[in-house]
């Protein structure tokens, strides 16, 4: 088995993966977003909302970075992988949904 097929059954792997989790998440994390800043939705203690909201934000950067590493593999390196922003994007988000629960909690 040479080194080539190896390479592209990764690329494959990642392809496949990437978009996979990246579609999932997306759709998980978009309507939170839009449930989290849509005028018309009213949630008692404003700690829920700000969780919500925090909760898709850190979903969409999950998507957005996973999509992004799909199609670096589809590209086979043509576009550059995610820098740190949306690795610090998602982290600070669910930080703050985190605080956000433990707030309503207590």
């Given amino acids: 088995m040479d080194t080539r097929s190896i390479a592209t059954v990764q690329r494959n792997r990642r392809m496949i993966w990437g978009g996979g989790v990246g579609i999932s998440l997306g759709l998980i994390g978009l309507p939170l977003v839009l449930i989290g800043v849509w005028p018309g939705v009213d949630h008692s203690p404003w700690d829920a909302n700000t969780m919500i909201l925090a909760t898709g934000v850190a979903l969409c950067a999950a998507s957005y970075i996973s999509g992004r590493i ?31 629960l433990l707030l309503v909690l207590s």
Avoid: E, H, Q
Wanted: proline share 10%.
């Fill in 70 to 100: 799909a199609v670096v593999a589809a590209t086979n390196g043509r576009v550059s992988p995610p820098t740190r922003r949306p690795y610090l994007v998602a982290g600070i988000s669910l930080a703050i949904a985190v605080l956000s």
